[in-house]
Nanobody, 121 residues
């Protein structure tokens, strides 16, 4: 029904930047919220940043001042600009979206497949 496709991950040195993208497609009537999560090896998945319906953005403390979340409403695409990357940012980054499906009255959460970000010291 709905697909979230992430891209932009890779291998970088500490201090460098990456930009992640998450494109939503399918039977989308409305996108309520979108967010980026990450999961490092042996750790639980954690919220990195979120872009709420009214345009509010929130960031996890470890990424404040270094990461910027943005959204292209026309393209249903979420971005995460990651600057001054650190080795502790190494993780699989996942896109999550709360979406109202066409011809449905409910909102559902969907996940992308994830994109690997590796930061070397």
């Amino acid at each position: 029904q709905v697909q979230l496709v992430e891209s932009g991950g890779g291998f970088v040195q500490a201090g460098e930047s990456l930009r992640l993208s998450c494109a939503a497609s399918g039977r989308i009537s409305e996108i309520v919220d979108m967010a980026w999560y990450r999961q490092a090896p042996g750790k639980q998945r954690e919220l990195v940043a979120e872009f709420l319906y009214e345009g509010t953005t929130n960031y996890a403390d470890p990424v404040k001042g270094r990461f910027t979340i943005s959204k292209d409403h026309g393209k249903n695409t979420l971005y995460l600009q990651m600057d001054n990357l650190k080795p502790e940012d190494t993780a699989v980054y996942y896109c999550n979206a709360e979406i109202v499906i066409t011809d449905d009255h409910g909102a559902y959460h969907f996940w992308g497949q994830g994109t690997q970000v590796t930061v070397s010291s």
